[in-house]
């Protein structure tokens, strides 16, 4: 079994499609790494919020100023309101980013304009509500274990971890995954070497097991050594941080009735100060177990495909256009709902909660996010560990089966 291991490994990694996905992959993480030093740092941070938030009340000004000339006195009024809140927010943010104030004063500060903000606005949105409890605790968090907190978003290893995973997942890892999978069994097909190997005394399941087993540990170890260059490369440059920094994550979401998703302006909200306080060392980890989990589900599913449609081509074409076609569908979904969702779950959100291509956002799910986008409550860590653990189970059993007694020699 270890001897034919070993030929499919030197196989494998000969291939040119898998060569060609790690050649994209590659080129993501020089690209991040890229953003990262150059770019990100001048798009994060206090300062550049201020600076953002003044041009928002400067235009507040000016079209305050615009519907008084008209008269318009109620339009106006609004204007009013929404200028105080802004000079408001512009000020502890001011306050945030003054070096001679301690970091224990700004941190109360801000615990007690969350605070202000929750006794003033007795109807504030279930979302807004949830967000200042949420700041609030995470800020009680750092006062209470005097860890000085970065106001600034400075950049450290750990901190961009997360979003790095995001990133990849998002540029469409499952996809590049697919492409690398799709012809290791039907690709062989083609000029014999499948049937050659067959008509020799090795047990069919040990062929199409050891294909399997050699795929899902070189792809998962080859990405995640990517991932720790990328890690180490950031820490050396910036700093590599705290792991034991808080994380809010599985924040718990209610559907609401249909009757009253006009009143409550979404229809699904979170439950007011639910989540779990964990470390980001913790939120990291859960991250990778969900992208290994993932990409293993794009490797058995690549597998069916191979088994079941003989034409290697045909077979490839057909895996990528379903990952690719679900990821895209997601994605879309992510950029229209990740703030707010106004209609209820439709039949596709409740089938995209089913199908593996979806988590590739892994602190979607990590967070509680992913419940917003598709309008369900019923997605958690453990859901997804298990619903990919059914996908890679399912998959391959049904790759093995099919494998083992379809007639490939003739």
Known sequence: MFTLMGIEFKKFIRNKKFLVGLAFLIAIFILMFFLIVCVRPKRVGVKNTIDKMQKYVNELEEKGNQEKDKEAVAVSSAYDKLLKEG????????????????????????????????????????????????????????????????????????????????????????????????????GENKPATIKLLLTKPIKRWKVILS???????????????????????????????????????????????????????????????????????????????????????????????????????????????????????????VNDYSMQRLSPATVLDRILAFLFPIYHNSIYVVSGGINRVLAVDFITFKFSVILLLVWIGVCYGITHVVFVKKDVVA
């Open 87 to 186: 000079k408001e927010f512009l000020e502890v943010e001011k306050m945030k980013a003054d070096p001679n104030i301690p970091w224990r004063k700004k941190v109360e500060r801000d615990i007690k304009s969350s605070q202000d903000n929750l006794k003033r606005n007795s109807e504030l949105h279930p979302d807004a509500e949830h967000s200042e409890l949420s700041n609030i605790r995470l800020k009680k968090y750092y006062l209470d274990h005097n860890i000085p907190y970065d106001y600034d978003d400075k950049i450290t290893a750990f901190n961009n971890f997360p979003d790095t995973i995001r990133i990849i997942g998002t540029f469409g890892l499952f996809i590049i995954v697919g492409v690398m999978a799709s012809n290791v069994v039907s």
């Open 211 to 333: 294909k399997f087993i050699v795929a899902v540990v070189t792809v998962n170890l080859m990405i995640l050594l990517l991932e720790f260059i990328y890690f180490i490369l950031v820490g050396l440059i910036f700093g590599f941080g705290d792991a034991s920094l808080p994380f809010l994550g599985e924040v718990k979401y209610r559907i609401v009735d249909a009757i009253r998703i006009k009143e409550l302006r979404g229809a699904i909200v979170p439950e007011i100060g639910s989540g779990v306080l964990i470390s980001q060392g913790s939120l990291i980890v859960k991250m990778l177990i969900l992208q290994v989990l993932g990409v293993t589900s794009t490797i058995a599913f690549c597998f069916l495909m191979a088994v079941v449609i003989k034409n290697p081509n045909n077979s490839m074409i057909l895996s990528l256009i379903l990952i690719a076609f679900t990821h895209a569908i997601f994605n879309i979904k």
